[in-house]
């Protein structure tokens, strides 16, 4: 029997989903316009045409959790010996050094090399801990330039980053947690190979890629990714887009509900190569008039195996609002994305496959808590975001989520709600649509342009579709974090 808490089986068999805050990522933007005119101190050398440049990144981040997983095991493997209630520090630090040359054609060599060391102390949320390891980041030499008539390229080979659109498919090249530590810092995000060719002319840009994600040793799915990205970004600040993915190999399985949703699912060993998938997704440019200070995003994916007779689904749509002249500057978002879920009642899979979604909540987080125990497949979320800025360096977001299962007795996750019911029926899934409701309050502050500090709390309140698995009312699973990164 699986339990459903164990989670980390669905993480690590797609390789593709991590718990990342973005932490530097986010308030470093926010922090390099105030900070522009410094002088760069990690700049160590700049004349003849070449430009070298060392980077250094380190965080540390405390985490406490209570109810982990709405304390799921007990219900469903109450011999498992796992407890809800932990707290761990978990820490990385990411070296690097990178360099431009310019040739005497115009063109700009360039290249990056960086490692990451991480470590967790104490118990994390799956049950892992006291473990880390030292890892390669990127490791690439690229090359860029003009063609002339407004064409330029860029090409790059080796281990590096690379998100294509909104992150919905292609952003998480790497696997944290677990033997890695720092699972929710998720300092690994670079794909362990890349290559990536892009041609832009004017505002469109074309982009053509292979990828190998960097996965955790001990679950690797040999995964290999190949496709084409295509973008206009308006000037005025909207863009439109498309994306398709191709998987060219992999040992990840899938699982496909039983028939009629009685019994366990099934797993498929390496279904998911031959998996196509085509994204189109969009934001509007600003308006005037009526609809001034409105914006509205849209995303929509269709996914394909005529191998395995896999037809799948997913979007979102968005909608946000600036408070202009209000004060602490406030802006609200309210969105609603959903992601197909296999029909028990049918032979075709309809599970849909997030692959390597970026998965903070600012991002493709269904839910905050919820995010940690359900991947983008079989789920729905509707959910409301309200953030303020106090000040130019102190951001204070309220997220709230409502979780919702697209298919009754159906995979909700990678299977981990296979259990016995009450009559000693083998039964999969939830049987009931609602899952939970998310809360999540998150404060940021930007010390100086290096240094960020980042914290919150957050509860999950269990809907009746995880009070059904329980077979009575399950308790909220709450928790918080405190964490400091520092980024040159």
Known sequence: MVRIIAGNAGHRTHGGFNWIFGYATVVGALASASFAQERDPMLFYDANGLKVRGHLQFGLNAVVEDNLFWDLAAATAPTSGFDPDTEWLEGYIKPGLSFEQQLDTGAVFYGKLSAVSSYSWGTDAFDTGD??????????????????????????????????????????????????????????????????????????????????????????????????????????????????????????????????????????????????????????????????????????????????????????????????????????????????????????????????????????????????????????????????????????????????????NSPVQFGQATRLDTNGNVVSGVTDTHLADDLFLEYSRIINRNTFLTAGVSASFPGKGIDNVVGGDADPWTGGFINVVVNF
Do not use: C
Request: charged content about 15%.
């Open 131 to 408: 473990t880390g390891a030292t890892t390669l980041e990127e490791a690439y030499l690229a090359i860029r330039g003009d063609l002339g008539g407004g064409l330029s390229y860029d090409l790059s080979l080796g281990p590096r980053e690379l998100t294509l659109g909104t992150g919905m498919l292609i952003a998480n090249g790497a696997t944290s947690g677990f033997e890695r530590g720092a699972l929710k810092l998720g300092p690994r995000k670079a794909w362990e190979m890349a290559a990536i060719g892009r041609l832009s002319f004017g505002d469109v840009t074309g982009t053509a890629f292979y990828l190998d994600p960097n996965e955790l040793p001990s679950t690797d799915g040999n995964n290999e990714l190949a496709g084409l990205d295509i973008r206009f970004d308006a000037p005025a600040g909207g863009y439109l887009g498309a994306t398709f993915v191709n998987v060219l190999n992999s040992d990840s399985p899938y699982p496909q509900a039983a028939p009629s949703g009685g019994g366990a699912p099934t797993v498929t060993p390496g279904a998911r190569e031959g998996t196509n998938t085509l994204d189109l997704y969009g934001k509007t440019n600003p308006f005037a008039g009526a609809l001034e200070n409105w914006d509205f995003t849209g995303e929509v994916a269709y996914q394909w195996n005529d191998r395995i007779d896999l037809e799948a689904w997913a979007g979102r749509i968005t909608a946000g609002y600036n408070f202009a002249n209000v004060a602490w500057s406030p802006y609200l978002t309210v969105g609603f994305q959903t992601f197909s879920g296999d029909d028990p009642n049918t032979t075709k899979l309809e599970r849909f496959d997030p692959l390597y979604y970026q998965g903070s909540p600012s991002a493709w987080a269904t839910g905050s808590k919820s995010a940690s125990t359900f991947i983008n497949s079989n789920v729905n979320a509707l959910s409301l975001a309200l953030r303020v800025q106090p000040t130019k360096q102190d951001t204070l977001t309220l997220r709230y989520s409502h979780i919702r299962a697209n298919e009754l």
